[in-house]
């Protein structure tokens, strides 16, 4: 990603702004997998906004393992084949960590063999706890890193897994789980990192009719049939968090249409960002399916742990360069192993402005500093080219090196920028 992109500073408040953001991609990829397992044919409306590679490889997994899928601009019909499908193949899961390790879940359930790869920085992050359950739970796999082969079918039963690297490997079993002989009942040991995506998929089985029930750290999931839906993906929360932190670092008010920001059991679990917003002294509020956010006063620190929206931890350390206080955001270790070493690299990119930020181990550390012009290299991390494009719009000069990966999620994100700066 050496692409250079120079940012147009805007420099004055938004006025009342109004824009969209694509489909959600965390519940997108939620529904393909179980459309693909349904008992019937699925039909999932994404809108007209491109919802990004991390989507379209998610697609491209499922046609791989031989589920029929059909798709047009703004539609996907899924047609699941219930308990009965057997094939293998073989999945590119590019750089999408959702779609390796949901494909590995997926795969495993059939008696094909599956090969599962992807890009150099994905056979670097972490699969191995998903891996070690599927054997345990009755398939045969090659290696512990990308590139693998997993030869199944695996059976139901009682497991156990980590929750400190990633909440993906939990929901993969937990997505798979209605069609293994038994269901499943899963432990999770130690804490769970971005614990609402894991609620997120609890609450997308029920809705598809499977009973699942959660007592602490043990989920249950009873086999039977997956029901086929028919949904409109909602708006994406976490790529909302861009055009608000503009709002926060440029002042003014922006409202996000189609997005339900708000902090719910089974909602988007980036929807926290919004009340750690209102902590640093934006006003937010939620109205008609919409989440309008406002700053008029200046910006304060904040002491928070973001281990359940750590996604939104970029967009919050480039927010917290123009407040009047320091900012630490702890709980975030574990995105040293995400498309890029997230802590280093955004702190990285702040200092390359002139500003202050000190990376932890588990932690960045923000104090306030003028800003000058710079480049910024965002290492490949569409979370990181977008948090400082945005930064860019406020301070002169900055250009991200690496903009185009912000087409893993949001293709028409520098289109977004634009819209803001009429």
Known sequence: MDDLRPITPIRRPLADKRVRVPASKSIANREIVLSAIADGRSRLRVGPLDPGEDVHAMIDAVVALDYRVERDLEELVVHGTGAGHRAGGAIDARDAGTVARFGAALGALGSGYVTITGSPRLRERP?????????????????????????????????????????????????????????????????????????????????????????????????????????????????????????????????????????????????????????????????????TIRRIGELYGIRANVRDCSDAFPTLAIVATQASEATELTGIGHTRKQESDRVKVVADGINALGGRAQAFADAIRVEPAPLHDGIVDA????????????????????????????????????????ELSR
């Open 127 to 291: 699969i191995a706890p998903l891996l070690d359950a599927l054997r345990r739970l009755g398939a045969t796999i090659t290696g512990d890193r990308l590139p693998v082969t997993i030869l199944g079918p695996i059976r139901g039963g009682e497991i156990e897994i980590a929750g400190n690297e990633s909440s993906q490997f939990a929901s993969a079993l937990l997505l798979v789980a209605p069609r293994l002989d038994g269901g499943l009942k899963l432990h999770i040991a130690g804490m769970l990192v971005s614990a609402p995506f894991v609620d997120l998929t609890i609450a997308s089985l029920r809705q598809r009719g499977v009973k699942v029930t959660k007592e602490g750290n043990l989920i249950t999931v009873d086999e039977g049939k997956v029901r086929p839906r028919d949904l409109r993906i909602p708006a994406d929360v976490t790529a909302a968090t861009y055009p608000a932190a503009a709002a926060a670092v440029l002042g003014g008010s922006v409202t996000v249409e189609g997005v339900d920001a708000r902090v719910r059991e089974g909602g988007q679990g980036d929807a926290r960002f919004f009340e750690l917003l209102q902590s640093m002294g934006c006003g937010v509020s939620h109205r008609g399916g919409a989440v």
């Open 379 to 418: 290492c490949g991390d569409h979370r990181v080219a977008m948090a400082f494009s945005v930064l860019g719009l406020q301070v002169p000069g900055v250009a991200i090196k690496g903009s185009g990966s912000v087409a893993k999620t949001f293709p028409q994100f520098y289109e977004l920028l634009a």
